[in-house]
């Protein structure tokens, strides 16, 4: 099956630092990627949808200047987490889409966020 | 627009019993419908998915669902559960034309021995 790899798995950052966040489709071309946040017990909720060589689509209530995503190519999306504070604090987890298989996301392992 | 129901938060099973774990959709087109299992600090993990078809799905780990258009529902059993099967599990809904993902809140599975 189609791999999705996400890096770092778990990162701990201070207050007012900036955490880059990868996702990389090992072995498909992702034209979009999908990046989710997870609060604790809780649901995937949808931050933004990333095309290759476009401006990212963001949900509502997502802050795109903090939430900085770059998809600079197809096998590659980043999301970077500008100025984190504590409430940034969460588990984000990226989805890829191979255009060979519309019908499935293949997901990353995650990437557990914590703000000191 | 979509979205999904998963009925119960958690759900506590014996060892070797039957795993029901609920879930509803609405959709205002076909759906696409999957079961995905999530281990602590994991990504997600495809159990099963219908697209078209047999509406009766297998998938891994001896788990199968059936979509039920008629009830809206898709839900997800196992006829004996393995304390391996203890894990967070979550259904989603998308569709042919966009590939978005609505999740469930989520179903957690406790077996207990």
């Known amino acids: 099956g189609a791999v999705v790899s996400q890096h770092p798995s778990r990162v701990i950052c201070k207050s007012g630092t900036s955490v880059k966040i990868e996702c990389r489709s090992l072995?498909?071309?992702?034209?979009?990627m999908f990046w989710y946040r997870q609060f604790p017990k809780q649901s995937l909720m949808l931050m933004a949808t990333?095309?290759?060589?476009?401006?990212?689509?963001?949900e509502q209530g997502v802050e795109k200047d903090k939430f900085l995503i770059n998809h600079a190519s197809l096998t590659l999306s980043t999301l970077t987490v500008t100025s984190a504070h504590p409430e940034d604090s969460s588990f984000y987890i990226c989805s890829a889409r191979d255009p060979g298989r519309p019908t499935e996301a293949f997901f990353g392992q995650g990437t557990r966020l914590t703000v000191v | 627009a979509q979205s999904v129901t998963q009925l119960g938060s958690h759900v506590s099973v014996s060892e070797g019993a039957l795993v029901l774990l609920r879930c509803n959709y609405s959709s205002s087109v076909p759906p696409y419908l999957f079961w995905y299992v999530q281990y602590p600090n994991q990504g997600l993990q495809l159990l099963l998915k219908y697209t078209t078809g047999a509406t009766l799905v297998k998938g891994i780990n001896g788990f199968e669902a059936e979509f039920k258009k008629s009830e809206t529902s898709f839900h997800l059993t196992k006829p004996s559960a393995h304390m391996s099967d203890a894990a967070e599990y979550f259904c989603?809904?998308?569709?042919?034309?966009?590939?978005?993902?609505?999740f469930g809140t989520g179903t957690s599975l406790t077996v207990i021995p």
């Open positions: 990333s095309n290759e060589g476009s401006k990212a689509t963001y």
């Open positions: 072995d498909f071309q992702a034209t979009t």
């Open positions: 989603a809904v998308s569709t042919n034309t966009g590939n978005q993902f609505y």
